[in-house]
């Protein structure tokens, strides 16, 4: 079969089928009387395999080794290509991320497009002063593709830095809502912290109502922090978690604060009073925790905060007592 046909044949140019020869790959088994290349079947079947293993990633040299060394052994090479093919996978794809941040941002010039990169360096960059210059910059002087803003705040330690990087977000709106939902169902616990955190400071729409999804949340770091800043926002459905956190004393000072914040509402003070009376009322519940509880009746107004505090001053428990003595005389001097 001359040249052309094998071409045909096999998909390869007669160019590269030239090189091949030239580099010893393959060899025609003879030659026409006209002196054209003449290929073998077997010729043919080599230059398969060459395509073959070309495709895996070999280079022409390991090609020729494979087929022509009788001690040559493939899982070494294949490990090297599975390792190699991975880091140009990982790169093509971080490319990838910072081209589609890169669009995101809509740049109007080129000078948009270079200062975008320069902000998503900073943003990567080791040192936390310019991480945070970078954070703040993100919202007056280059607009910074909201994923990219996500992505720095769930993996950013530096607690200066982190701060900045919620109060970019929570300057963008609530476009960053749906990617920080999925840093709440991470495997890692400080992935979810920072993402309930970051959640908490962007402003009432769909944030609030991931908020409210995040009560039932199975990390308890995550409830806490959606109950804390539901509390803060007047939503009535952080009441029992809030309760929760001062029976465990977890937060229990932030807790008392808001649910004293959310008995501005005259209709929910009389609900925290009776919640507050049927923790105190649980036999199961310690005496710190009745005494914080006592605590908390202190800044909730009304009939119902007042009749509980002044049966607690004649509570079993001196502590409660004293507690509930103290705060009604405070009361009365109001």
């Known amino acids: 079969m001359l040249i052309g046909d094998v071409a045909r044949r096999s998909g390869v140019s007669a160019r590269m089928l030239r090189h091949y020869e030239s580099l010893g790959l393959v060899r025609p088994t003879g030659r026409t009387e006209a002196g054209y290349r003449e290929y073998s079947s077997e010729d043919i079947r080599r230059v398969f395999h060459i395509e073959s293993l070309r495709s895996l990633g070999l280079s022409l040299r390991e090609v020729g080794r494979a087929l022509d060394d009788p001690g040559f ?45 320069a902000l998503l360096q900073a943003l990567g960059s080791e040192s936390a002063g310019k991480r945070q210059r ?18 720095a705040a769930l993996s950013e330690t530096d607690p200066n830095v982190a701060g900045a990087l919620r109060w970019a977000l929570a300057q963008s709106g609530d476009s960053g809502v749906p990617l920080l939902a999925e840093g709440l169902e991470s495997p890692v616990a400080e992935v979810r912290k920072r993402a309930v955190q970051s959640i908490a400071e962007i402003p009432d729409g769909a944030a609030t109502a991931l908020l409210r999804h995040a009560l039932a949340n199975s990390d308890v770091v995550v409830r806490r922090c959606a109950a804390l800043a539901l509390g803060a926002r007047g939503v009535a459905d952080a009441v029992p978690a809030l309760i929760d956190m001062i029976v465990e004393g977890a937060n229990d000072v932030d807790a008392a604060d808001a649910l004293g914040a959310l008995a501005s509402d005259a209709d929910l003070a009389d609900q925290i009073a009776t919640g507050l009376v049927d923790r105190l009322a649980h036999g199961g519940v310690e005496s710190s925790a009745r005494r914080r509880l006592t605590q908390a009746l202190a800044d909730i107004p009304g009939i119902t905060a007042s009749r509980a505090l002044a049966d ?23």
């Open 73 to 117: 052994t493939p899982s070494e090479l294949v490990a090297d290509l599975i390792r190699q093919t991975r880091e140009r996978i990982a790169a093509e794809t971080e490319l990838l991320t910072r081209l589609r941040r890169i669009g995101a941002a809509e740049p109007a010039d080129w000078e948009d497009v270079l200062r975008i990169v």
């Open 134 to 151: 970078a954070a703040l910059s993100a919202v007056e002087e280059v607009p910074a593709p909201v994923e990219a803003l996500v992505e």
């Open 312 to 334: 607690l001053s004649n509570d079993d428990d001196r502590a409660v007592a004293l507690t509930a003595t103290y705060i009604l005389k405070l009361r009365d001097a109001r």
